[in-house]
């Protein structure tokens, strides 16, 4: 499989409605070619109705769907050319392995001799050449899965769309399994696209990241930045865990200042004025010892801790700002945490963000 | 043995008194009635004899077979139809098709065989019909011959196919069909290279299921046959209780024994056949 540059595609104002049900609202969305992209987002967020009307199984209500520039949105699936990995693998039972891999050439019609080269570069390509003639019942999750890797690029597929690969598999395998989609992107390619609900696997993996809620696609742009500028209060949730302060903003020297009752928070970024909310990072927190200072400094008592390994968990119960979540790795706390505890924090002015309330905030009742 | 093993001998002997039962009642006077072949009217296999020489007991047997491979063909072909449409169908859906193809069970075969030959016979409603609206000037033969007895079986038949393909069909993952799309096939290659494929021990199941009952099928034959076309069965009735001729009925009742029990046979080499029934997985 040589590196062959992938291809863009583009989403135009793509909406889908069951009845009364919106799927998905008013989606756009631009994959540029190679990247790696994740549609991110809870259960019933519309993400995987998203792939799907990518992957032709689903007839957009309104909108187009572009590849290369080319609309695509009424070809049926077999006629796309994209390499797919179902949840759950989906593959053939009652064939081999190298059958597997072996269908999408086939029904391509390609000569014995040329699919029998590509089977085996593909299954070189996820390290299962050795276990060509078994049935994926003999294999484990892992193998399975890479049998499904294979059998979706065997054909060089224009896009590989990738619906919750890592889902059927246990923490430590999907970990490692991150890691080999990963170099797998880099050494085809090719332009991926990929379903999950899972935050730190669409982090880990992503060139981009698209998230989803209620049918809304909320923010698009890499990692970091999603993860350091959530637009909304969903995306500081959803993504990581986040404190929400708001309160009156008014314009500054170093960017603006909320209050809150008696309270002042100096954030940076842009001066804004009036009702804001403030997203702020659970290990952008510090306890501050005895006679230390920042930018801003809140005093309360631990209401509830937990040790999480990578560090503490703590709750602070703060007059102020009410409960707030602080984590701390291990050996950056000066105090040994305790219920009722009276103690400090601080953080620096730029670690809060301002972020904005949801469109489509979630009803009560709503849309699951 | 095993104290495991011990424990696996308890629980068989539980199906003792059962199979006493089954043995006295049942097996026994088969079997007697099996050895009546080789006894009357003198001992010896001079009835087997006539499985080669008698042109009269070929023929039964060769119309036997005949109608039984037609009739699985054609309730094959429909029930595989008919299954994979309920298969295809919503769950609530399922339920009145399911409905609708169990209901025939219910009627008794003999009101079946009746309403047929009201329907098929000349001055019935299918000859009226065709007759009145002038696609055929002449009533058609469709009853008391061998087409009739093939209607007849394979109305009775169809249900018996359909079940064990939809069980198979139904436990086809979705998903796989799905997956074959999105690499490449259409909805036909699907079909022939993924559907079928899975579905085929419900195939073959529903096949020998259908042939095995097609072949000691009694009543619709004798009915919609009108006497002129003998199967087996009939044909056995016919030696036992009119001709008074035990022995040459045994014999036949043997072979068709032996005939079911050798296609089971054959059949347990090529598949799973106690998964097929549905006898655990």
Redesign the interface.
Known sequence: MSAVAGHALSLQRVSKRYGDFVAVQDASLEVASGQFLTLLGPSGSGKTTILMMI?G?VEPTEGRVLLDGRDITAL????R????V???Y?????MTVAENVA??L???KLGRAERDAKVRAALDLVQLDRFAERKPSQLSGGQQQRVALA??LV?DPALL?LDEPLSALDKKLRAELQEELKALHRRVGRTFINVTHDQEEALSLSDEIAILNHGHLIQVGAPETLYERPATRFVADFLGKSNFIEGEAEADAGGFVLRRGAARVVASGAPRAGRTLLSLRPEKIALLPEGATEDNVVEGRIASWSYVGTGYALTVMTPDLGNIRVHLPAWRIPVSPAEGLPVRLGWARDAAVAVAEDPGSPVPGGVA | MTPKGRHAAGWWALIIPALLLMTAFYIAPILQVLAISVTEPQPGLGNYERLFTSESVQRVIGTTLRIGVITTAIALLLGYVLAYRIAMSGPKAQRWWLLAVLVPLWISVLVRAFAWVTLLRRQGLVNQGLLATGVIDQPLALVWNELGIVIGMVHYMVPYAVLPMLSSMREI?P??L?????????RI?TFL??FL??SLPGLIAAGVLVFIFSLGFYITPALLGGGKTLMVAEWIKLQILDLIRWGLGAMMATVLVVAILATLAVLSRLVNLRRLFGAGS
């Open positions: 992957a199984f049926p699936p077999e006629r050319d994209f390499g797919m179902f949840q759950g989906a593959l053939f039972p009652h269908f999408p086939r029904v391509r059998r979706a054909f769309l | 993952d998903r796989v799905t997956a074959a799309r999105g690499l490449g096939a259409g290659r290279r993924v494929p899975l």
